[in-house]
C-alpha cells in the first residue's frame, strides 16, 4: 500500500478525464480520419518521419501542453488507433519539462517556438555504454573559459535526426557521488561538432526517429546551461516521473487498440466459446487496471506532486497489458496484418524511458523506504 | 543410434552456423539458399531413399529442425513446410515435388480455406509454382501471380495473396489441417530452435554487458530468470526426443518459446528492439508460430487426448 494516497485528488483527476470526453472523441475522430492504413503501412515500412503528421495534430489544437490532461488523452486515443504516427504526433515536444521547469527566459521561448510547431526537441540521455545507469554516463562538457566544450555520444534518441534542439545531459564535473556533476544542456543541432545518425531496423514504432548522436569539441555558451550546473541527474528524474506516465498513456493507447481489434474479430466471425470470452474478460479488466494506475499517478503529477513508486507501476503494469494485449490479439486474430503492428508496437512500451527492471527496482525502493 | 544423432548434430550446428538470417529475412530464401538446403538432405528429410528422399527418422527431421531454427528459423520453417505438410498431403503423387525437393521451386501451402476471385489470401511460399489448398479434401492448383503481404514471422518466406488456375483435387487421405495435427512435435522442435538461439544471444549479452559498473548477469533477477529458461529449454528437448506425447510436448514449447524470446530481447534493452542484434526475430516467429498453429483446434485435441472424447468445444 503506498501511503499518503489523496482521495480527492484522484477523484477529482478522474472527473476531469470524465470532463473531457468530447475532447478525446475529438482525438479519436482526428485519429481515425488521419491515419488511414495506407499512411500507417506506408510509415511502417519507409521508416520515415510524418512531419506533417505533426503539424496537422498541432493545427487541430490536439498539443495543448497547458493541459497535461489532454495531452495524456492525445497519447492514448493516437496510440489506439497505431503507435507509430501516434507517437510521431506527440513525441516532438520531448524533453521540454525540462526547460519549463528549470530553463531560462531565452530556452522558455525557444520552447514556445517547439509548442507552435516552428522546432522539433529532443533528449539526449541514453548512451551507446549504459541506458539504464544514467549517472554512469561518459558525455563530458568541460568549461573553458565562458564556454562548455561537449564531447561523447548518445544512443536511442528519439527525434535525434530530426530535432532543432536536443536537452543533453552531459558530466561537468568528476564527484564523489555521481548523481553529482551532472548538468543539463541546450543543444542547438546546428552547432558544429554535432552529428546525427539515424538509426534503422526497429522492431515498431517505425514511423519515429531515433538516432545515435555524437558531439565533437561542440561549443555551447553559459547560456545554454538549463537550471543550475551539477542538478542536471535530478532534473532527469523528475522529467521520467512526468514521461513515465506518457509511456504509460501510449501503453494503454496500445492495449486499447489491441483490444478492438480482437473484439472485431470475434464479432465478426461470430466467435462465442467460452475460452475466447474468458481471454476478453482477462484483457479487459488489465486494461482498466492499467487506465486507473496511470490516471492515478498522473493526479499527483498534475499537482506537481509526482508519486515515483506510483508513476513506476502506471508505466510497467501498462507496458506489461500492452505487450499481453497485443499477443493475445495476434493469437486470437491468427496473424491479421494490422494486429501484428501492435504486437511490434507494444515491446518498447517495457523498454524505454527506464526498462521494467529498473521501474521495479524504483517501486521497491520507494516501498521500502516506507511510501513514496 | 545416439552417436548418429550426436554426428547429425554437429553437421546441422556447422551448417547452420554460416547462414545470414538477417540476410535470409531481407533478401527471402534464394534459389542459392534452397539448393544448399537440398544439397544437404534436408528439404527431403522425412521422404523415402526410394523415392529420391534421405528417409531420416522423425529424431533425425526433428534434430535439424531445432538446431537450425537456432541460426534461422525461417530455413528450419521452410523445411517444415516441404517435409511436414506438403509430403504428407501429396504422399501419392511426388511429382508436385520433384523441384521442389531439389531446390528448383518452393511449394505454396495455403493458410486460408477461402477462394476468392480465383485467389488465395494467406499462402505461404507464395513464390512456388503450385499451392496446396487449405481445403477439407486434398486439393492443389498452379499459381499464376502472388502480391506479397506482410508476414510478421519467418520473413525468409515468401507470403502473400496468390492467385490461381487449374484447381484439382489430390488423392490422398491427409490434407493441411491433419498434417499439422501430425506434426506438433516438429513444431515444438522449431520452437526449442526459437528458445536455444534467444536464450544463447542473451546469456552471451548478459556476461559483457555492464549496467551500474555490474555485469547483467550478477543481478540476481536476470541471472534467476534466465537459469530458470536454461532449465525449462533442457526439459523441452529431452521430451522433443521422448515418447511424451506431441500434444503435450508443443504446448510446453509455445509458451516456452513466446515468453523466452521475449525475456531475452528485454535483457539487450533497446539494442534488443532492432534488428541488426539478431533478437527480436526470435520473438517475432515464436508469436507467428503460436499465431498459426496454437488455436482453439489445436486445445480440442489437446483436450481430446486428456478427456480421451471430444471437449472444451462451449
Known sequence: ?372 | MEDEYKLLRENVEEFGSTLDEKKIEENGIDNNLLKKLASQGFLAALIPENLGGSGLDESSYNIILEVLSKYSPSSAFEIFLINSIAYPVLSDDLNYLNDVIKGDDFIGISLDKTIKNNSLDSVLNANGKYTIMSSDVPAIAENENFTEKDFMGFKGIRFGNVGIKNQKNIKSNKNIKNSIMNSYRSLAAINLGIISGSLQKALEYSAVRQAFDVHLKDFGPIAFNLSKMVARENILRNIIYSNVNSEYVFDFSIENALEISKYSLNVHGGYGYFKDFGVEKFYRDAMALKAVFYGNDFLENLSKRVYGERSGFI
Not at chain 1, 503501412?41 to 493545427?59: G, M, N, Q, S, V
Not at chain 1, 466471425?269 to 470470452?277: A, L, Q, S, V
Open chain 1, 1 to 372: 500500500m503506498v501511503e499518503g494516497r489523496d482521495i480527492q485528488c484522484f477523484w477529482s483527476v478522474f472527473k476531469m478525464f470524465e470532463e473531457l470526453d468530447d475532447y478525446r472523441k475529438k482525438v479519436r475522430d482526428f485519429g481515425l480520419s488521419e491515419f488511414t492504413e495506407d499512411l500507417i503501412d506506408r510509415y511502417d515500412k519507409t521508416e520515415e518521419y510524418p512531419d506533417d503528421i505533426r503539424l496537422k495534430a498541432l493545427k487541430s489544437g490536439l498539443i495543448d501542453m497547458s493541459n497535461p490532461a489532454k495531452i495524456l488523452i492525445s497519447i492514448e486515443e493516437l496510440c489506439r488507433i497505431d503507435a507509430g504516427l501516434g507517437i510521431a504526433a506527440t513525441i516532438p515536444y520531448f524533453g521540454g519539462e525540462v526547460i519549463m521547469l528549470y530553463g531560462n527566459e531565452k530556452q522558455k521561448r525557444i520552447l514556445n517556438d517547439v509548442y507552435s510547431g516552428k522546432y522539433i526537441l529532443g533528449l539526449g540521455v541514453t548512451e551507446p555504454s549504459g541506458g539504464s545507469d544514467v549517472a554512469g554516463l561518459k558525455t563530458t562538457a568541460k568549461k573553458i573559459g565562458d564556454k562548455y566544450v561537449i564531447n561523447g555520444s548518445k544512443m536511442f534518441i528519439s527525434n535525434g535526426g530530426i530535432a532543432d534542439y536536443i536537452v543533453l545531459l552531459a558530466r561537468t564535473s568528476d564527484e564523489e557521488n555521481k548523481h553529482h556533476g551532472l548538468t543539463t544542456f541546450l543543444i542547438n543541432t546546428k552547432s558544429p561538432g554535432f552529428e546525427a545518425n539515424k538509426l534503422h531496423g526497429k522492431l515498431g514504432v517505425r514511423a519515429t526517429n531515433t538516432a545515435e548522436l555524437k558531439f565533437n569539441n561542440l561549443e555551447v555558451s553559459v547560456d545554454d546551461v538549463i537550471g543550475e550546473v551539477g542538478q542536471g541527474f535530478y532534473y532527469i528524474m523528475t522529467f521520467f516521473n512526468i514521461s513515465r506516465i506518457y509511456v504509460a498513456a501510449q501503453a494503454l493507447g496500445i492495449a486499447r487498440g489491441a483490444l478492438d481489434k480482437i473484439l472485431e474479430f470475434v464479432k465478426n466471425n461470430n466467435i462465442k466459446d467460452e475460452y475466447t470470452m474468458f481471454k476478453v474478460s482477462d484483457v479487459s479488466t488489465r486494461i482498466e487496471a492499467s487506465r486507473q494506475l496511470t490516471y492515478n499517478a498522473a493526479s499527483y503529477l498534475f499537482k506537481f506532486d509526482p508519486k515515483p513508486a506510483l508513476t513506476s507501476m502506471a508505466k510497467v503494469y501498462a507496458g506489461e497489458t500492452a505487450v499481453y494485449a497485443s499477443e493475445l490479439a495476434m493469437e486470437i486474430t491468427k496473424n491479421d496484418h494490422k494486429t501484428q503492428r501492435f504486437f511490434r508496437n507494444a515491446k518498447i512500451m517495457e523498454i524505454w524511458e527506464g526498462t521494467s527492471e529498473i521501474e521495479k527496482l524504483i517501486i521497491s525502493r520507494q516501498i521500502l523506504k516506507g511510501g513514496n
